[in-house]
């Protein structure tokens, strides 16, 4: 697959533990935040997103946390399978203006060790 | 199949020859969009679309082209390509706005 992991911060994990993958984000008037995973060869899938008006969202065996004071997201994943093994973008954007971009992270290498 | 589609997959060209990459969704989603992805870098909007005949420049669109004359496609043109586009290119679409939003299998592009 395509190396897109080269100079990237790495968690290590076992398989079973939770795992939480931190973002530190630079708009402090984004006001949505999404965290994406990307898969050795393939396109960035989505995960969960957040906007602003939240501090914490909750998906299947995923949690969004959002701390606008110290522009601090974290993407918790509980009981981390190998099938979790990836890279994980977090993106920011502003829906407020004309602007639609969406400023990506420059990712966590997860690997999930049996 | 809800997908994103991109083509080619693979190319390798030579500095200066101008080529398309083409991108294609088939879920009636409004908003397109280009990446590129390098090592170190992750990803960098180039271009986005919010509907058709409406672009707008992303972080990076210095010596890329895009169209948008139907909602479906949004083909990625680079006029005269330099060694340093060489990355991998994602296409993504979402319903309304950069939310969530479907990515295409890449495009890795070399220029020689």
């Known amino acids: 697959g395509e190396s897109v992991g080269l100079h990237l911060p790495t968690l290590s994990v076992q398989e079973g533990d939770n795992s939480i993958i931190n973002c530190a984000y630079s708009?402090?008037?984004?006001?949505?935040f999404i965290w994406y995973k990307q898969e050795s060869g393939k396109g960035p899938q989505f995960i969960i997103d957040?906007?602003?008006?939240?501090d914490k969202r909750q998906g299947q065996r995923v949690t969004v946390l959002l701390n606008k004071t110290v522009k601090h997201l974290s993407l918790q994943i509980a009981a981390t399978q190998p099938g979790d093994s990836a890279v994980y973008f977090c993106a920011e954007g502003n829906s407020g203006g004309s602007n639609y971009k969406l400023t990506f992270g420059k990712g966590t290498l997860l690997t999930v060790n049996p | 199949e809800a997908q994103v589609t991109q083509n080619p997959r693979y190319l390798i060209t030579v500095t200066g020859k101008k080529l398309t990459v083409t991108c294609s969704q088939n879920m009636n989603h409004e908003y397109m969009s280009w990446y590129r992805q390098d090592p170190g870098l992750g990803l960098r909007q180039i271009y986005y679309?919010?509907?058709?005949?409406?672009?707008d420049k992303g972080d990076v669109p210095e010596g890329y082209k895009v169209s948008r004359k139907e909602k479906r496609n949004f083909p990625l043109i680079l006029e005269s390509p330099s060694p340093n586009q060489t990355s991998l290119y994602f296409c993504?679409?979402?319903?309304?706005?950069?939310?969530?939003?479907?990515f295409g299998p890449g495009t890795r592009l070399t220029v020689t």
């Open positions: 679309s919010m509907n058709v005949e409406v672009t």
């Open positions: 957040i906007r602003s008006n939240m």
């Open positions: 708009n402090s008037a984004s006001d949505y």
């Open positions: 993504a679409s979402s319903l309304l706005g950069p939310y969530e939003q479907y």
